[in-house]
């Protein structure tokens, strides 16, 4: 029997064989530097003016992706572990240099949202030396762009960018890190806030759930983390709580599963209460709530209660 291979991002947006030749000849890019991530973020901010403004109104993106290799990634983090914040700092003080020239010029500086998002984040189907940008104006706010966004993508082979549009349901191949989002409030003074501006996000992980009910075939229950402990559990709970993320499910115990966070490990552990458990295939041991048994949690972790609810944990 011919085995399937599941699609790679690039295959799914159909753009594989447009930019990542196997025929190119293969040309080693210089290294990722924190100097060519400013450098990268300011022509970007640069384009989205151009790309966005009209008249005398100035307008530019508010949210800044940039995805990396995961070993050009890793390699930031392990060995310039803090680096992007400062980076964003002087990203955005040069955001507000040039947009002050324009003002000078009298023209109108339009901002679409209160803040600045940056988000640092890596793809496994990107190879060293691969990196891109997304743009967005941030949703929720009264200016709004195409339902689709854009990909600006430069490939290993040539540093040249290549630019196309994606849905937005593709994000969800893409991996976030609680280490790489940054928010900084918008100052229409157009000068930059301290450093310590710099906020961490209010949710560090999120919870999916599938569940078998009627009313749910099709569709995805979010649980958002924000406590570094709670309770999952099922329909008989009492719904909103804070603390506990209600499944709405027979198949869930009440409760079901305990999860903490270890913020100096940086790592999950949960304790079952349920019937049966699985974490990736294996049965998770059970407990009772007086005296839980943990046992780890890995990120991007398939959870299967009583072999049929599954819910799935991701970093934001």
Known sequence: MPTTTKPTFWQKTGVQNWFLKKETSYTEMASTTPDSVYKY???KFKESI????FADRIIFYHEYII??????YNKFMDNNRGIFSLIIKESVKSFYGILQEYRQKGKKVTASSNK??????SHPDYEKGDKSFIGKLLPGNAYKGEENLRVTFIPRQT???????IADEILK??????DGYYEIPWQDSLEAGDVSDVNRPRYFARLEATIPEKEYVGKKIEYLIKDEAFLISGSDEKPNQQGIFRVP???VSSPHLS????KTADKFYIASFGEKTLVNENEVAKSYPDAPVWTGLPMNSRIVLNGIVSINIFKV
């Open 159 to 165: 540093g040249i960018a290549q630019t196309f549009d």
């Open 259 to 262: 999860v903490r966070y270890d």
């Open 41 to 43: 973020i300011i022509e």
């Open 50 to 53: 151009a790309e966005l403004s």
């Open 173 to 178: 191949d893409f991996t976030y890190y609680s």
């Open 67 to 72: 995805c990396f290799s995961p070993p050009d």
């Open 116 to 121: 600045w998002v940056f988000r640092f984040v």
């Open 249 to 251: 499910s027979d198949w």
